[in-house]
């Protein structure tokens, strides 16, 4: 950085972004030389997707050490490869990359925690409450693994549908819409100084549907208090679905809803003057939004792309920098607006507005369900599953209470409202769970710090 010293900076007010001051750097007269160098001048990182595989590669590594100031493991963290049987976990090959990263002092981007896509076949085949209280254990054992090594993480990727507007379908969506906003609230318990992003493809573009439902997402989530911190976009352009002119406009949108952006797997397919002139066009557009954190390039030579017949990326499969890659670097020596206060903004910006629609049902003591329950319990925390069940008649209401050990506190329940968060808390239904046929069993959860309970709970109906 001592090079930069000569770097001017220029006070401007950025009004478009979220309407925060935002610095200007100047270009200086000695230009870093690498991306990461360059892209920190601005406050901001240059990472690339990286393969644990690929680390006895001599060329890929001088390569990542030399160029990169973030990495982002390109299938170690997924849901697959660290829990391929249920509640076991290795992290053997994404602590390599890890491990890499924090020698070389680059930053790490967790990537992804829940995602309908390379789930294990244990996950695969699940649904409902059991497939919601399996995906909240992840998250949760997977952020908490990496609690102070990960600095973002893709909590949630690919959750809406390409086309019109909807969410994907998906054994996750099927267990209710608030998947999303509770996989963010387990983030937020089990690392509370991490980023944490929603991430798609095809969100580039302003005017498409896609777009706006992610957008609305966001908004919503902001409004009533979700923790989301970031808007992840992966940015994979080719001719089906290029660069898009109203780029800027997207980054600008989102971040002005009080969310930061980062541009998280980004291809250009194509080559020479053209490919490059892309490249140079998405930095800049990153580098005019002060909120725009910074840039992921979706591997390192072409030869390593998952699109590697497009020759989509920065250095050809030698290991030399293409013109795309003098583009690019040039783009970020020509300096950029930055979020002077560099932090993820956790808390919500716009006071809840949404209150519950429902209020759950008194039940009456005596009535007849049983409830039981069953525990993940890990060190210094658990995730706990009810099973609520209607006796001879049907119920129309229920109340579960449960007693936790002295020192366990519930953090977040789902499909069920707590009241309490210690010692004896009563969980009730909600408005789409409190009728059971006679019977019948319905599901609800919730995650804690400490010990989980281990009595046989008690049920009151209604
Ligand atoms: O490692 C095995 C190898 O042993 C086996 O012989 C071979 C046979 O198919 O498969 C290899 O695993 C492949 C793995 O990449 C490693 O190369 C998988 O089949 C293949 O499915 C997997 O593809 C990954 C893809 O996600 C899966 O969805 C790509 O590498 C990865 O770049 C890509 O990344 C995604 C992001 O996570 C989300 N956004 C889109 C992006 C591109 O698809």
């Known amino acids: 950085m001592s090079h ?109 925690l829940a995602w309908h896509s ?89 005017t498409w549907a896609k777009t706006q439902a992610v957008y609305t997402m966001v908004r919503d989530f902001k409004t009533r208090g979700v923790p989301i911190d970031c808007v992840g976009l992966q940015s994979h352009f080719n001719s089906g679905s290029p660069y898009p002119g109203n780029y800027r406009t997207t980054l600008e949108n989102f971040a002005a809803l009080g969310v930061d952006v980062q541009i998280t797997e980004l291809d250009i397919e194509g080559s020479g003057q053209t490919q490059a002139a892309t490249y140079a ?20 030579r072409d030869s390593d792309s998952w699109r590697a017949s497009g ?30 206060t560099g932090t993820p903004t956790v808390s919500p910006t716009v006071s809840p507005t949404v209150s519950p629609t429902a209020s759950p049902t008194t039940p009456q003591p005596g009535a007849g369900c049983s409830a039981s329950v069953t525990v993940n319990q890990w060190t210094g925390g658990f995730t706990a599953t009810v099973r609520v069940t209607a006796g001879a008649a049907a119920v129309t209401g229920w109340a579960v209470t449960l007693t936790l050990p002295s020192g366990a506190a519930v953090t977040n329940a789902w499909n069920a409202q707590n009241s309490g968060t210690t010692g004896a808390v009563r969980f009730a239904n909600v408005s789409y769970n409190g009728r059971i046929a006679a019977g019948s069993s319905t599901e609800f959860g919730f995650q804690g710090t400490g010990t989980g309970p281990s009595a046989t709970p008690a049920c009151a109906a209604s």
């Open 4 to 112: 930069r010293l000569r770097t001017t900076l220029t006070l401007i007010a950025a009004g478009a972004a979220a309407g925060s001051l935002a610095l200007f750097v100047a270009p200086s007269a000695d230009a870093a030389t690498t991306l990461g160098a360059s892209a920190a001048a601005t406050g901001r990182y240059f990472g690339t997707a990286v393969a644990a595989n690929k680390l006895s590669d001599s060329t890929y590594v001088g390569i990542l050490d030399r160029e990169f100031n973030a990495v982002t493991p390109e299938n170690e963290m997924k849901i697959d490869a660290t829990e391929p049987q249920q509640n076991q976990f290795t992290f053997t090959n994404a602590d390599r990359i890890v491990n890499h990263a924090i020698a070389q002092g680059m930053k790490v981007r967790g990537h992804t």
């Open 118 to 206: 390379q789930q294990p076949g244990w996950m695969q085949s699940m649904e409902g409450a059991a497939l919601r209280s399996a995906m909240l254990n992840h998250v949760t054992r997977v952020a908490t693994n990496y609690r102070g090594k990960v600095f973002t993480w893709d909590v949630v990727n690919e959750a809406f549908a390409d086309s019109g507007g909807g969410r994907r379908d998906s054994n996750l969506q099927r267990t209710g819409n608030d998947w999303i906003e509770a996989a963010f609230r387990a983030a937020r318990t089990a690392d509370p100084g991490a980023k944490l992003c929603y991430n798609d493809y095809n969100i580039d573009n302003w």
């Open 281 to 300: 066009n998405v930095v800049k557009d990153c580098l005019a939004v002060a909120r725009c954190n910074g840039i992921t390039v979706w591997g390192i």
């Open 311 to 340: 020759t989509p990326l920065l250095f050809d499969g030698s290991g030399n920098k293409k013109a795309a890659y003098t583009a690019t670097l040039d783009a970020l020596n020509s300096g950029g607006s930055t979020d002077p």
